[in-house]
């Protein structure tokens, strides 16, 4: 395991702290806007991970991944922001953009076109198919990772990737038709 040295560790050192935040900052801040589609509150929920990691180092048992405990970490803050009366009042709906370079204009557009609608069927998923969809895709967890972070069965992670995939492919025919 790459961050086998955490295992055992009481506390967390600021290098520490700063290798694992360059290392999985990006995905922690990811994850946090699938999950509730701001990006301000994407901030927040990723300095919350990181200062919760840096207190509470002691309780990773190297059981999984530190990106998986991270992603946990990540997954349970969230749920918490979205239970408060706060969240509720915040304005949900945001786009995805991305940058492509080296293509003419045309190609560019239409790709990045391509990539949007893809996205906003993506995020327009009910939770529980966009989460595991998202782990799937952008993170690369296995079905027993995916089903450890999720708190549920494989089994129930392969049915949701299966009908989250459908309603991917319904939708986009939709779309684009």
Do not use: C
């Amino acid at each position: 395991m790459e961050h086998e040295f955490l295992k055992n560790v009481t506390t967390m050192d600021e290098a520490s702290l700063q290798h694992v935040m360059n290392e999985f900052g990006s995905d922690i801040w990811n994850y946090a806007y699938f999950l509730t589609k701001n990006r301000e509150l994407a901030d927040d929920i990723t300095q919350d991970v990181f200062i919760k990691a840096y207190y509470r180092i002691e309780s990773f048992r190297g059981q999984s991944s530190l990106k998986t405990w991270l992603l946990t970490i990540t997954r349970n803050t969230a749920f918490s922001y979205k239970r408060s009366a706060f969240f509720r009042k915040v304005n949900l709906f945001a786009s995805i953009t991305s940058a492509q370079t080296g293509r003419s204009a045309e190609s560019e557009y239409m790709e990045t076109r391509y990539v949007d609608d893809i996205w906003d069927v993506i995020m327009k998923l009910p939770d529980k198919y966009r989460e595991a969809l998202v782990l799937d895709i952008r993170y690369e967890l296995s079905t027993e990772e995916m089903a450890k972070l999720l708190n549920v069965a494989p089994g129930t992670v392969k049915s949701r990737l299966h009908r989250a995939r459908e309603k991917v492919e319904q939708s986009l025919k939709e779309v684009l038709s």
